[in-house]
């Protein structure tokens, strides 16, 4: 297969997993970008690749094949438009853009061009995820599922948080708003509404509540009621203080629990920036053997495992099982969160695509 040629565009703290997740999957990165030189070239002097502060010239290189965009939020939308003008297959990190409308023209335009394109969800890339995905039909039908994503973010519910980044100034937006385009919800909260999709499919109707404090531009707390065609999901993400709460007691506690009429899963995933040390896990009840079995798999990188899937369908100029929709089906939950805490009632999700409903 032809060694693929990528731009990685954002070197701040996500990127540290891209790099070494496109040299295992073979690929070559001829280019480095960052808006900070300084960022760029530690990582363009390991790669062998050309440094640059805008990416239009790396897109410019008739020779690139793919772009990977770890940059933050604002600058996905104008990089991948970009790209994906410029013919170029992209991986984009999560979330795709600041708003549903934004990630629906970034796909749309992607699918107009033909080009392969990836919003990288890398949980779905999980080991103990994909045994979740193939033991669910075990379940029969499924009823119900809670899902749980709560996170140690430090002194955020305090008056006067330590970080800088956590203040939100007078007509200005917070650092937290900035990188995530919001706060919990889109942070971590994305992650895990891109696994209700995988697992459970697209909710049709949700109820949300969603904690912002005043004078801030970022969520804190984010919960929800969803219909989906596998039952009912009950979702709630949270930012907190406390230190020592979760499986792993560390301050993460990541669960989904999905219940079926023969039995339960149960998926306990660790904090998302160990993946060489810390493993999610699985837990399989099957209530016609009334036994529990306990799946536990070695620690793998997801992001490793995302990338190279990526890479294999690019460079088979194939956009293999994984939808280029994912990043727009998630964006478009977080926006009915926000529109359901607003009207204060549950609403239908308005998915752009589909079939217009017979009048
Ligand atoms: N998958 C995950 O689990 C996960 C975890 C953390 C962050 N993220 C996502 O990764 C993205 C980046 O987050 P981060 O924590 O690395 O942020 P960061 O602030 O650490 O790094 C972002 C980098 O982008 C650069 N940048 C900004 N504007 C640019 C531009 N126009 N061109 C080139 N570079 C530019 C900044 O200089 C910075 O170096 C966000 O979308 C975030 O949501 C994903």
Redesign the pocket.
Known sequence: MKTLNAAV???????RFHFPALEKAGVRVAWV????AE?ARPWAEKCGARVT?D?RDALADPALDLVDV????P??KP?CLAAIAAGKAVIC???LAENAEDAWQIVSAARERGVVFYT???KRFIPAVAKARELLPQLGRILTTHIRAHQCWGDLWTENPASGHAHTPPGGRSGIAV??AGGIL??GGS?ILDLVLFLLGRPTRLHAVVHTPPGRDYDLLAAALMETPNGVVHFEALTHALRRIGAWRDGWDERFEITGVHGRLELYSPL??RPDTHAAYLVHYDNRTAQAVEYRFAPVSP?ERAVAFFCGNIARGQQGEQSPLTGYEVDELIEQFRRSAGLGRSVEIPWRDAPATPS
Do not use: Q, R
């Open positions: 565009i954002g070197c701040g703290s996500i990127a970008c960052d808006l900070n960022a502060t990416f770890t940059a933050i939020a600058v996905h990089v990190e999560k979330t990288s969800y890398m990188k995530y889109p942070c992650h998302w920036d992001f």
